[in-house]
């Protein structure tokens, strides 16, 4: 069971990046999607969540500027970025709470995807 993350890159300031993130394996069910950023030396900082039925909330750094979107058959949430300044430079993590079955065991995991740079120019 893992998350997949693609689409960052360079990008000039003002323009648009859309990432995606696909889970795959065994995965019965996913609860909240997120992503997460982090800059070298900070803290990874939240910056938009999803819920099942599509209920969103955003960082208010991004509001207005970024959508988060799911789709639960898919098992994929995608992360459009417009407007970008050069202070959404990061590493963007995907992260998932995911109900796990394998025969007749089951489990709730959280997990991350392996991070992809954006980084935007003045």
């Known amino acids: 069971v893992q998350l997949q993350a693609s689409g960052g890159g360079l990008v000039q300031s003002g323009g648009s990046l859309r990432l995606s993130c696909a889970a795959s394996?065994?995965?019965?069910?996913?609860?909240?999607m997120r992503w997460y950023r982090q800059v070298l030396g900070k803290e990874r900082e939240l910056v938009a969540s999803?819920?099942?039925?599509?209920?969103?909330n955003y960082a208010d750094s991004v509001k207005g500027r970024f959508t988060i979107s799911r789709d639960n058959d898919k098992n994929t949430v995608d992360l459009q970025m417009n407007s970008l300044k050069p202070e959404d430079t990061a590493v963007y993590f995907c992260n998932a709470d995911c109900t796990v079955v394998d025969g007749p065991q089951w489990g709730e995991y959280e997990l991350w995807g392996q991070g992809t740079l954006v980084t935007v120019s003045s």
């Open positions: 999803i819920t099942r039925k599509g209920v969103r």
């Open positions: 394996g065994n995965i019965y069910r996913i609860d909240f």
